[in-house]
């Protein structure tokens, strides 16, 4: 008998009259929100203005949205294309199915477009939003947990899943909550980057990188504990496949960079650095015309060029 497990629920969707609200999509919207809401912050810290995030967040999302779709349904093609599949299934987003892969990779198309539009460079705006994009996966993946999929290998650990749809060939009964696995690793990966990106100043790319590998490091385990049907090639999941060719891309950009561009983009936003310079102009013509009058008065009474007695520049 099973003492203790994670339940799961009993629908992925409620409905409000005849609206349905589905947990999947609701955590999507949560991490969304989270990322853009955190990377604003981060983004203002560095330099830039405030709205920027969300503003270039309006191409990024959707491409990344897309781009996840796609890649889910070319890599798991045979669950909407196979006999007796209906193709219609491929355009169901809210049933699940996502690839962070493509989601990230076409992300950074729309990302780009929107900071090409507004001349910000790509690798800076990556970095200030690399902790809250995994945040945003570690909410994310909550949404599987409401469909009941993505799980592990069965198992009678107190946090267990507990499964009980019959759905697409599931069976009931407990199994490592991998969902849960990987939505604690992208909390660390979070850290992880904030941390590192607050010790080493980590800029054009780096921080964001950073989040990739670590990402990558902790997909491989967890997509290799899964029983979910996948590809496989000389032994592993084409997951694992894409965690450990990414992983090594990511960590020789990591030491490239480092060496060709060390350190922090000075500015990131140019408008936002030509509104501080304009204002910093204007306070120091204010300053430099009261020292013009302070030495004009100085010198109608005769104390203006007048040196301090004891006093040698030496102190």
């Known amino acids: 008998m099973d003492l203790a497990y994670i339940p799961s629920p009993s629908h992925g969707v409620l409905y409000l009259g005849p609206v349905p609200l589905r947990g999947y999509a609701f955590c999507i919207i949560i991490g969304v929100f989270v990322a853009v809401w955190y990377g604003n912050r981060r983004w203002v810290a560095r330099g830039g ?149 607050r010790r080493f100043k980590l800029g054009h790319g780096r921080a964001f990188v950073l989040y990739v590998a670590a990402y990558c490091a902790g997909r491989a385990w967890i997509e290799y504990m899964r029983v979910d049907e996948a590809h496989h090639i000389l032994g592993l999941r084409l997951n694992v496949w894409t965690a450990i060719i990414v992983f090594v891309l990511a960590v020789a950009y990591i030491v490239v960079s480092a060496r060709l561009r060390p350190g922090r983009e000075e500015i990131v936003e140019p408008a936002a650095a030509e509104d501080d310079g304009i204002t910093g102009s204007a306070d120091a013509d204010s300053a430099d015309a009261g020292s013009t009058d302070t030495a004009a008065a100085g010198a109608g009474s005769g104390k203006g060029l007048r040196k301090s007695p004891g006093k040698t520049g030496k102190d």
Do not use: M
Not at 81 to 87: A, L, P
Not at 144 to 169: C, H, M
């Open 49 to 197: 203005r405030s709205g920027t995030v969300a503003d270039i967040a309006v191409w990024a999302v959707p491409f990344g949205l897309v781009g996840g779709r796609l890649y889910h349904v070319i890599t798991d093609y045979q669950l909407y294309f196979g006999e007796g599949r209906d193709w219609v299934d491929a355009f169901k987003i809210w049933e699940g199915g996502l690839g962070i892969w493509g989601a990230i990779a076409l992300g950074a198309v729309g990302a780009w477009i929107g900071c090409r539009r507004r001349g910000i460079p790509l690798p800076a705006y990556a970095d200030a939003l690399a902790p809250g994009i995994a945040l945003a996966q570690a909410i994310g993946r909550w949404g599987n947990w409401f469909n009941q999929e993505l799980y592990g290998r069965a198992t009678d650990l107190p946090w267990a899943v507990k499964i009980t749809s019959v759905d697409g060939g599931r069976v009931p009964g407990t199994y490592h909550p991998t969902f849960l696995y990987e939505s604690l690793w992208c909390v660390g990966v979070a850290l992880l980057v904030i941390w590192a990106d």
